[in-house]
């Protein structure tokens, strides 16, 4: 996945931004054709907040799953809503997201381990909004796809006779 900004700084000189998320080469910024490797803070899905300075400009590239955003002087350009570093994120959220994770592997596998991947970037961006409710109900949504899942999976495995009975 691809984004890219044109930021002018204090002195009027137009700056080219580049986000690349993904891919053969891993995740990288390019700023005035100059390439800077991304580093995901998160082992199960991608976040980054990787702090650009430029003259008159400090910018922040956020990055949560694959939503990309670009903070110029502490405002999003997107929607206008203040910059939250991701550092500021509270542990118990963190904790969430190694649940759904890992929750999701033991109780239904690689397809769990995807639901709660996707879910976790929904829950570390509903926590940098502050809005808790949301986390918990995406956690909460996740938990009830992992179980409905490991049913599933249980029922296929059971129904399936991996030994034929003798007939007399």
């Not at 204090?10 to 390019?30: A, D, F, P, Q, T």
């Amino acid at each position: 996945m691809r984004k890219e900004w044109n930021v002018t700084d204090s002195m009027g000189n137009s700056h080219k931004i580049e986000c690349r998320v993904g891919g053969l080469g891993g995740s990288s910024v390019i700023v005035d054709n100059d390439r800077y490797k991304l580093k995901s803070s998160n082992w199960f899905i991608v976040v980054v907040d990787y702090q650009i300075n430029l003259p008159g400009a400090v910018c922040n590239l956020v990055v949560i799953g694959n939503n990309i955003r670009l903070a110029v002087n502490g405002v999003f350009l997107e929607d206008g809503k203040p910059y939250e570093p991701v550092s500021n994120t509270p542990v118990w959220v963190w904790v969430l997201v190694a649940i759904n994770c890992l929750g999701g592997w033991f109780l239904a596998g690689i397809p769990g381990m995807c639901v709660g991947i996707l879910m976790s970037a929904f829950i570390i961006k509903s926590a940098l909004e502050k809005k808790t409710g949301l986390v918990i109900l995406f956690f909460v949504i996740t938990m009830a796809i992992d179980l409905a899942l490991m049913y599933l999976i249980f029922n296929a495995f059971n129904t399936v006779q991996l030994i034929p009975t003798a007939t007399r």
